[in-house]
């Protein structure tokens, strides 16, 4: 490979770096925001690595058919410390300030949906419980 294509293919890697930094941030944000306890903490952390492995094989392939070289994990890792150091303290007040917004309006929803589901099924409560019933067989 061509030194010029090598020096593209960091810049993509460094790229990816970044991307993962953000979606780490985002699935730190979702654990903050949620409490998922020890087995959904497991949990998402097993898919963010199946998430950031795939993504990674999938820039990899794009950028250099996979070649694992080291100027590959030099760039990951660059691109992961220079989102944490300049990008992340921006980034991770906004991305909370999303999640409470999303948090709300679902539990607006989620009471808007049982007080709808309350409302339909009232009158059909109403009835069954005027229902004359059978007296049990002697």
Known sequence: MPVCAQWLALGGILFLGLIMGFLYDIYRTYRYLCRPGRLGSHVGDLFYWILATLLAFGFLMYL?????????????????IIYFAFLGKRVRPSLLRLGFF????????????????????LPGRRLFLRWPRRPPPS
């Open 64 to 80: 250099n058919w996979a070649e694992i070289r080291g100027y590959v994990f030099t760039g990951i890792f660059s691109g992961l």
């Open 102 to 121: 999303i948090k709300r309006w679902l539990r607006a929803l989620a009471r808007i949906c049982s007080r709808s589901l309350f409302i339909i099924l």
